[in-house]
């Protein structure tokens, strides 16, 4: 597909410009479109960085390729605020209930976005700090060196609660270790650096593909429409291709779409079977002990241990167990055992099975694979 002038409009009885790159201003591009259309937003906004008009130069008086755009550039900050506040109103009126909304910032502009989204009703569910591997020294020796970028990650509302969020497969992927809110990451450098004829770089803040896989991995799902309202040069694009998402991007600047739009044309996109969501454990039928000691996997009468075998409660037929004089569910008497005001007990009790600790959740696990083969 090609390139499509942002004026054209797209309304609601008509198909979304999926894939496409809308060429043109993005918040009228955004107004175009229907409401409640898209299921995330990826926003890389100006930073507005306020960098005056002396050159930076490295010790070597070499001077240093920084972004000094006309795009960039806002003549005061209430000027800076009030674009912030109309774009996001704009993102906010086509995202579903549901969707999410990332954006990406330096110390320049981020607070002042944060504060707009607040303003605007969007819910901040979490601030990431992309701390980047191989920053830029301050050359200058008057600053800490700026090593990280903040990404804020809003739903529409306070009342947006059934949102995607890949909680399982991100701590899968990384090592079964819950995933943190400060994430290690290279720049854009070697060949996913866009270059032009003259060798130079086509987009001076081109972001990494990782950067975006992660954050399209944890809030999206296969077949999502993702828009970028500030597209540059389609890192999102690329990804989202790559990852069986849809697109739309909008950009101003014909140069770099055409080069967004050659780019996300040579991606290969991964297979189907490479694509399957892992499945979240709240989306799996609910198994209750009780159901457990009825199919035969734990007996009542049975002694459940942890798995040093320091504490020890007896299996009542109704499915509570009983730890002396205390009666309860598995999950109140593995706290109170533990003296801790909560507990897992699927996590916490072992039957002994062959003279070796067992966890009582594999046999859980067992009935629900039962059940997914019967249907």
Known sequence: MGLVPAAKRFPLEDRLPLDEILVGDCIAAMNALPASSVDCVFADPPYNLQLGDGALLRPDQSRVDAVDDDWDKFSTFAAYDAFTREWLAAARRVMKPNATLWVIGSYHNIFRVGATLQDLGFWILNDIVWRKANPMPNFRGKRFTNAHE??????????????????????????????????????????????????????????????????????????????????????????????????????????????????????????????????????????????????????????????????????????????GPATGSIHKIGALVQGFPACNGWDFWHATRNGKPVLIDVFRAQMRSAMGSAA
Request: glycine share 10%; proline share 5%.
């Open 150 to 323: 903040t990404l804020i990650w809003a739903s529409r509302s306070a009342e947006s609660k059934g949102y995607t969020f890949h909680y399982e497969a991100l701590k899968g992927g990384n090592d079964d270790v819950q995933m943190r809110s400060d994430w290690f990451i290279p720049l854009c450098t070697g060949d996913e650096r866009l270059k032009g004829a003259d060798g130079q770089k086509v987009h001076p803040t081109q972001k990494p593909e990782a950067l975006l896989a992660r954050t399209l991995l944890s809030a999206t799902n296969p077949g999502d429409v993702v828009l970028d309202p500030f597209f540059g040069t389609g890192t999102t694009g690329a990804v989202a291709r790559r990852l069986g998402r849809h697109f739309i991007g909008i950009e101003r600047e014909t140069v770099y779409a055409e080069a967004a739009r050659a780019r996300i044309d040579a991606v290969e996109p991964l297979s189907q079977a490479a694509l399957l969501v892992a499945p979240s454990k709240r989306a799996e039928p609910r198994v209750a002990f009780l159901s457990v000691i009825e199919a035969g996997h734990i007996r009542a009468g049975e002694t459940l241990t942890d798995a040093r075998g320091r504490h020890s409660a007896i299996v009542r037929p109704d499915g509570t167990l009983m730890a």
